[in-house]
C-alpha cells in the first residue's frame, strides 16, 4: 500500500488538517523532535487506497546566514558581505532537528502534499520541506506527479476538502521572491548595522543601544515617524480670530453660528468684522437646504485594516494583533489573516457566513433582519487573488477565545456583517444666515437609518439636537457676538495605524512584514509607543534619520525600498530573473555602503551634538592595568568600561549589576577585578575586565570571568575555588562563590546549576586535598559559636561536600536551582541522583584539574 505524507505549517493545523479529512478517524503520535506529531488514517487518493501521514513544521525549517568567519564582526570588512561572502542556509532551529525528522517520517512515502500556509512564506516552507524529504522517498514511477500542493483559505470541513479534490503545484517563482528578499535583508542589513554599530559604539558611552540596525525597510519606517517629529518640531502657532455668533427663535435654545469666512489672521480685521456685524440685532434665514446623504459601508476587512482598526479602536499592537489573528486562523474561526484582498468573490457563501452568526446575542436581532430582508451586495474592492477577505469562519463566545482573542473575533465578525448590511442614510440640514452683511451658517444631521452603523455603533451619526424649523426671510435674535482668539495647532506624532497607512501608500512592507518592521524600531529603541498607540521618536531614532538624510537621503526614503518590493513581486509572478534582481539591488546599496563609509564623518557630526564622547560618561570604578588609572563604567546599555588614559574600552556581562571586588588585581595583567551579580537570588562571580575580553589562555573562550579561569595560582581562579563537577551539565564545575556569605553558596560555571550550604558560617574555604571518593576538593568551613549546627558545639569541620556524613543534611544538593525550566524536561534529570550526594559515586566526577590540563599543553 502506498502512503502519502502531508505537512502543515504548524502541529496544531496539522492536527485540525488531519481530523477533517479522517472524518475524527486518525491516530496519532508523537514525533522524535518532541514538539510535531504525526496523525495516520486510511483513505483513498486517485483511486487508489492509502496510507495518509500527517505531520507538520514548526513556521520556516531553515534561515540563511553567512558561512563560519563571515559571522565575526572582528575579522570580516563588512564591505565583503554585499557578494564576497558566500551564504548557507541553516537550521532555523537547530533544537527541533526538523530535517531529521521530517525525513524520518518521509522515507518510504510515496506522495506528499503540501499543506504550508497559502502565502509566499508558505510557499518558500514548501521547497524547504521538499529539499529535506526528497531524497528518501519512493522513486515516482515514470513522470508520474508525486509533490502535490493544496490550496485553501480557511480550517473548515468544506475548504480543507474542496483542496484535497483539487491539488495544484507548488509556485516556485513565489518561494524564490521569499529567498531573494531574505537574502537582499541579510546583505543589507548586516554591512551597514555592523560598520555603524561598531563605529559610534567605540565612541559614545550614552549612546543607549547595544545595536544600531540598518534595515532596508525598517529604516525607511523609521523614517516616517522622524519626518513627523520635524514637523512637529518645526511648527510655528499662529494666532487667528473667528466671529462667533449665538442666535435664538422664540423659546427655543440658541443656535451657535459658523462665520463663513471661517478666520482672519488678522485681530483688527477681525474686530472690524464684528463691529460691522454688531450693528444689527437681527439675523436673517437666507436659505434652508436639507440632502440626504449616505456613509458607506466599509469594504471588506483586509490585513492592514485590520492591524490599524485594532491599534486605533482596540489598542493592539500589529505584532501582537497578528499573533491573535494567526491562532483564530488555526483554530478555524476565521479565514486567513493574511491577505490584501477585500473584494469578495461571485460565489463566496456569504448568506451561509452570516447564517452562522445569527445566535450570537450581541449581533442576532441584525444578523436576523439581514437574513429575512435580504443581504447587501458588498462593495466592489480589489481582489489580489491570494484569498477572501478577513471573514468569520464559525460561531464563538466570548468565554473560548479569551480577552484579546473575544475583542479582535468580535471586531472581525461585526466588520463583516456590516460590510453585506445597508449604507447608513442622514438627512443634512443647513441654515444660512445674514447678519448686518455678514454671511453665517449651521448644520446638523437627522438619521434616516442606521443601516450598517447599527452593528458598528461606534461609526454611527452622533446625535444632535434637532434643527429649528424654519424657512427663507424668517428672522432670529442675534444673542451674542464676539471674537474668539484661538492658536493653529501642530500636528501630533503618528499613531502605528497612521503608519501602516503610509507604508501600505508608499508600497513599503507586505501584509506579512508590517508589523515585523513596526515592532523591530521600537525593540530597538529608536520610537517609544505612547499613549493612543503614539510613536514618539527617540534621540538615537532622530539622530540616526537625520544622519542619513545628510549622507544619503535614499537610505531613509521608501523610494528604492518600494522599487525593490516590485522587483520581489515580478520575481512572483514570473516576469522577472532572480539573480538579475538580486545582483541588480547589491550592486546599487554596495555603492551606497562606500559612500556611506567614506562619508560618516558628517553623520557622526551629528551623533556628537547628540551624544556625550565615551570619555566624559560614566563613573570611574576600577583602576586599568596598564596605566592604574581609574576606568569608567558605563552603565548605558551595552555596559563596559573605559579608560581614558589608554583610550580603550572594555566589554562586561550584560543584564547585570557591577561593582567593585575587593580591590584584589588580576595577577596575570593586573587590572582590578570586579563582581558581577545578576540579583539577589542569582549568580555572582568576580572577573578581570582585561581576561574577559582577551581571555589568557587557549582553552578560554571570551567573556569569561574568574570562575572559568584556569590560571594555575591565581586565588579566585577555578584552581582555587572549584569543588567538583556540577550536579546537572556535562563539562561544567561547582564553584564557591567567595561573595555569597553568610548565605554560602557554589554555583555553576557553565548551567545555571545552584547549590546552597552552610548557612551562618562565617568562613569557608576550599581546600588543597580532594575526597578519597569522589575526587571533589574538600571545604572547611568555620561556624559562629552561637549557630553552629554541628554536634557538640563545634565550630569548625572540613570535609567533602557530597560524601561527608556531617555536612549532608548542610549541603541542599536537592535545590539545585534551575533557572532554565527546560533543563528539567526530557532526560535531563540528574544523573543517578537518588539522594543528596550518594548518586555521585555512580560517575566519577571528572578531577577539576582535568580541566586544567589545557593550559600545561
Ligand atoms: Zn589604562
Ligand atoms: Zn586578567
Ligand atoms: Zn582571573
Ligand atoms: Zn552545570
Ligand atoms: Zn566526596
Known amino acids: 500500500m502506498k502512503t502519502v505524507l502531508m505537512v502543515a505549517e504548524k502541529p496544531s493545523l496539522a492536527q485540525s488538517i488531519a481530523k477533517i479529512l479522517s472524518k475524527g478517524s486518525c491516530s496519532s503520535r508523537k514525533g522524535l523532535n518532541g514538539a510535531c506529531s504525526v496523525h495516520e488514517y486510511m483513505g483513498t487518493f486517485s483511486g487508489q487506497s492509502v496510507r495518509f501521514k500527517m505531520t507538520s513544521v514548526c513556521g520556516h525549517v531553515m534561515s540563511l546566514d553567512f558561512i563560519g568567519k563571515y559571522n565575526n564582526w572582528d575579522k570580516v570588512d563588512p564591505a565583503e558581505l554585499f557578494t564576497k561572502a558566500p551564504t548557507e542556509k541553516k537550521e532555523a532551529n537547530p533544537k527541533l532537528n526538523m530535517v531529521k525528522f521530517l525525513q524520518v517520517e518521509a522515507k518510504g512515502c510515496d506522495y506528499v502534499v503540501?499543506?504550508?500556509?497559502?502565502?509566499?512564506?508558505?510557499?518558500?516552507?514548501?521547497?524547504?520541506?521538499?529539499?529535506?524529504?526528497?531524497?528518501?522517498?519512493n522513486r515516482p514511477y515514470g513522470s508520474e506527479q508525486t509533490v502535490y500542493r493544496a490550496k485553501f483559505s480557511s480550517i473548515t470541513d468544506t475548504d480543507i476538502w474542496a483542496a484535497m479534490t483539487k491539488l495544484g503545484e507548488p509556485n516556485r517563482n513565489e518561494a524564490l521572491s521569499?529567498?531573494?528578499r531574505q537574502e537582499l535583508d541579510l546583505r543589507i542589513g548586516c554591512a551597514f548595522t555592523r560598520f555603524q554599530t561598531k563605529y559610534f559604539q567605540?565612541?559614545?558611552?550614552?549612546?543607549?543601544?547595544?545595536?544600531?540596525?540598518?534595515?532596508?525597510?525598517?529604516?525607511?519606517?523609521?523614517?516616517?515617524?522622524?519626518?513627523?517629529?520635524?514637523?512637529?518640531?518645526?511648527?510655528?502657532?499662529?494666532?487667528?480670530?473667528?466671529?462667533?455668533?449665538?442666535v435664538f427663535k422664540g423659546k427655543e435654545s440658541p443656535l451657535t453660528l459658523d462665520w463663513d469666512r471661517v478666520r482672519v489672521f488678522d485681530r483688527e480685521v477681525g474686530q472690524m468684522f464684528v463691529n460691522m456685524t454688531k450693528t444689527s440685532r437681527e439675523a436673517k434665514v437666507e436659505s434652508v437646504s436639507k440632502k440626504e446623504k449616505a456613509k458607506q459601508r466599509p469594504l471588506a476587512l483586509n490585513t492592514v485594516e485590520m492591524l490599524r482598526v485594532a491599534s486605533s479602536s482596540l489598542g493592539m499592537g500589529p505584532q501582537h494583533t497578528m499573533q491573535i489573528a494567526e491562532r483564530l486562523y488555526t483554530q478555524g474561526y476565521i479565514s486567513y489573516p493574511r491577505t490584501e484582498t477585500n473584494h469578495y468573490h461571485e460565489n463566496f457563501d456569504l448568506k451561509g457566513t452570516l447564517r452562522q452568526q445569527a445566535n450570537n446575542p450581541f449581533w442576532a436581532q441584525e444578523v436576523k433582519a439581514l437574513l429575512s430582508e435580504g443581504l447587501n451586495r458588498p462593495r466592489k474592492g480589489a481582489d489580489a487573488g491570494d484569498h477572501p477577505p478577513i471573514t468569520p469562519m464559525r460561531a464563538a463566545s466570548e468565554g473560548e477565545l479569551g480577552s484579546d482573542g473575544w475583542r479582535l473575533y468580535e471586531y472581525i465578525v461585526r466588520h463583516f456583517i456590516a460590510t453585506v448590511s445597508q449604507d447608513c442614510k442622514y438627512l443634512q440640514t443647513t441654515i444660512s444666515f445674514i447678519i448686518a452683511s455678514e454671511g453665517f451658517s449651521c448644520s446638523g444631521k437627522t438619521l434616516i437609518s442606521p443601516g450598517f452603523t447599527e452593528v458598528m455603533p461606534w461609526l454611527g451619526i452622533p446625535l444632535e439636537e434637532a434643527m429649528p424649523v424654519c424657512e427663507r426671510g424668517d428672522v432670529f435674535t442675534v444673542e451674542e457676538i464676539k471674537l474668539v482668539e484661538r492658536q493653529t495647532s501642530p500636528p501630533d506624532y503618528l499613531t502605528e495605524a497612521d503608519l501602516i497607512t503610509l507604508m501600505e501608500k508608499h508600497g513599503i512592507g507586505t501584509d506579512a512584514s508590517i508589523p515585523v518592521h513596526i515592532n523591530n524600531i521600537s525593540q530597538r529603541n529608536y520610537v517609544t509607543v505612547e499613549n493612543g498607540r503614539k510613536l514618539k521618536p527617540t534621540n538615537l531614532g532622530i539622530v540616526l534619520v537625520h544622519g542619513y538624510y545628510k549622507t544619503d537621503a535614499e537610505l531613509v526614503l521608501p523610494t528604492i525600498r518600494g522599487a525593490v518590493e516590485k522587483q520581489l513581486n515580478l520575481i512572483a509572478q514570473g516576469k522577472v530573473n532572480y539573480q538579475q534582481v538580486l545582483q541588480h539591488t547589491l550592486d546599487i546599496f554596495k555603492r551606497k555602503f562606500h559612500y556611506f563609509f567614506d562619508t560618516i564623518a558628517s553623520m557622526d557630526e551629528l551623533m556628537e551634538v547628540t551624544f556625550s564622547p565615551i570619555a566624559a560618561t560614566g563613573k570611574p570604578l576600577s583602576r586599568c592595568g596598564k596605566c592604574h588609572r581609574f576606568m569608567k563604567y558605563i552603565q548605558a546599555k551595552p555596559s563596559r568600561l573605559h579608560c581614558a588614559g589608554c583610550d580603550e574600552t572594555y566589554s562586561l556581562p550584560q543584564n547585570g549589576a557591577i561593582k567593585l571586588y575587593k580591590e584584589l588585581r588580576c595577577p596575570l595583567d593586573e587590572f582590578e577585578l570586579v563582581l558581577w551579580t545578576s540579583g539577589s537570588r542569582g549568580k555572582s562571580y568576580p572577573l578581570c575586565p582585561y581576561c574577559f575580553s582577551n581571555p589568557p589562555f587557549r582553552d578560554m573562550k571570551k567573556g569569561m570571568g574568574c570562575n572559568e579561569c584556569t590560571h594555575p595560582s591565581c586565588q579566585h581562579s577555578l584552581n582555587s575555588l572549584g569543588i567538583g563537577q556540577c550536579v546537572e551539565c556535562e563539562g561544567g564545575v561547582l564553584v564557591l562563590d567567595p561573595t555569597s556569605g553568610?548565605?554560602?553558596?557554589?554555583?555553576?560555571?557553565?548551567?545555571?546549576?545552584?547549590v546552597h550550604f552552610f548557612e551562618h558560617a562565617h568562613r569557608v574555604q576550599?581546600?588543597?586535598?580532594?575526597?578519597?571518593?569522589?575526587?571533589?576538593?574538600?571545604?572547611?568551613?568555620?561556624?559562629?559559636?552561637?549557630?553552629?549546627?554541628?554536634?557538640?558545639?563545634?565550630?569548625?569541620?572540613?570535609?567533602?561536600?557530597?560524601?561527608?556524613?556531617v555536612f549532608q543534611d548542610l549541603v541542599e544538593l536537592k535545590h539545585a536551582t534551575m533557572r532554565h525550566p527546560s533543563m528539567t524536561r526530557g532526560g535531563?534529570?540528574?544523573?543517578?541522583?537518588?539522594?543528596?550526594?550518594?548518586?555521585?559515586?555512580e560517575k566519577k566526577p571528572k578531577d577539576k584539574m582535568a580541566a586544567l590540563a589545557a593550559y600545561f599543553v
Not at 116 to 132: H, M, P, R, S, T
Not at 828 to 841: E, I, T
Request: proline share 6%.
Open 114 to 137: 503540501l499543506w504550508l500556509d497559502c502565502d509566499k512564506e508558505g510557499e518558500n516552507i514548501c521547497f524547504e520541506v521538499l529539499d529535506a524529504i526528497e531524497p528518501v522517498m
Open 178 to 180: 521569499v529567498d531573494a
Open 202 to 246: 567605540g565612541k559614545y558611552g550614552n549612546l543607549d543601544s547595544s545595536l544600531i540596525s540598518f534595515g532596508p525597510c525598517q529604516t525607511p519606517t523609521l523614517g516616517f515617524c522622524v519626518e513627523r517629529h520635524d514637523k512637529i518640531q518645526s511648527f510655528k502657532p499662529e494666532t487667528y480670530w473667528v466671529i462667533q455668533a449665538k
Open 742 to 754: 553568610p548565605k554560602w553558596k557554589m554555583s555553576c560555571n557553565r548551567c545555571n546549576v545552584m
Open 766 to 805: 576550599v581546600a588543597q586535598e580532594s575526597c578519597e571518593a569522589c575526587e571533589a576538593s574538600l571545604v572547611a568551613v568555620d561556624f559562629n559559636k552561637t549557630r553552629s549546627p554541628l554536634p557538640d558545639g563545634e565550630t569548625q569541620h572540613s570535609g567533602c561536600v557530597f560524601c561527608d556524613p
Open 828 to 841: 535531563g534529570a540528574r544523573r543517578g541522583g537518588r539522594g543528596r550526594g550518594r548518586g555521585r559515586r
